[in-house]
């Protein structure tokens, strides 16, 4: 995560170092590839493929839609930062657990456990994001879902040759129309 000043801040740190690298991997993983929060807790370990260079998504946890549009699985490719992060935390992984990410008291890490690692992580780093008139928020602002909305801002500002397409793709929307009303305004800011 980058601080206020712009630069990646390495002063959160857990009690334990496994914790840290578990942390570390959950939000690279998150925005790397824009996963829902509920997709990022119901992932298991056998999901990782290619020595975790990719994630396999699926369709039983992705969104499902209320009608026939049921996503099929995906594979997605990760980057060399988080295929590194994810391979050391699992050479230190300290649970036998079939959940890529479990917590410390179950099998597996909640939706609201990964909402409080990401507001602490956010609040110890001071990061202050950009909300969508261009003004700085606060650490309070930084949830899962916003780091998904990061990845979109990424896609269009800082990688070149992404179109919506693209990001409609790798947030697995349902339409182009919901990338389109969600992503369009996306300016540099």
Do not use: C
Not at 8 to 20: D, F, G, K
Request: charged content about 30%.
């Amino acid at each position: 995560m980058q601080g206020a000043d712009g630069r990646r801040n390495a002063v959160y740190r857990t009690s334990t170092e496994y914790l840290h690298q578990r942390d570390d991997a959950i939000i690279a993983t998150v925005y790397d590839i824009g996963l829902r929060i509920v997709e990022l807790v119901a992932l298991d370990i056998d999901y990782l493929r290619d020595d975790a260079s990719k994630l396999y998504l699926p369709g039983h946890i992705q969104k499902d839609y209320p009608n026939e549009n049921t996503p099929p699985p995906k594979t997605l490719g990760l980057a060399s930062d988080t295929t590194r992060l994810l391979r050391s935390y699992l050479t230190n992984r300290w649970k036998d657990s079939s959940a890529l990410f479990p917590s410390r008291s179950s099998d597996r890490l909640s939706t609201q456990g990964v909402r409080d690692l990401v507001h602490k992580v956010a609040e110890v780093a001071e990061v202050r994001p950009f909300k969508i008139d261009g003004n700085r928020g606060d650490a309070s602002d930084v949830t899962p879902h916003a780091l998904r909305h990061s990845t979109a801002w990424r896609m269009m500002n800082a990688e070149d040759g992404n179109t919506l397409y693209d990001v409609r793709s790798r947030l697995r929307h349902r339409s182009i129309q919901t990338t389109g009303r969600i992503y369009d305004h996306i300016n540099d800011v």
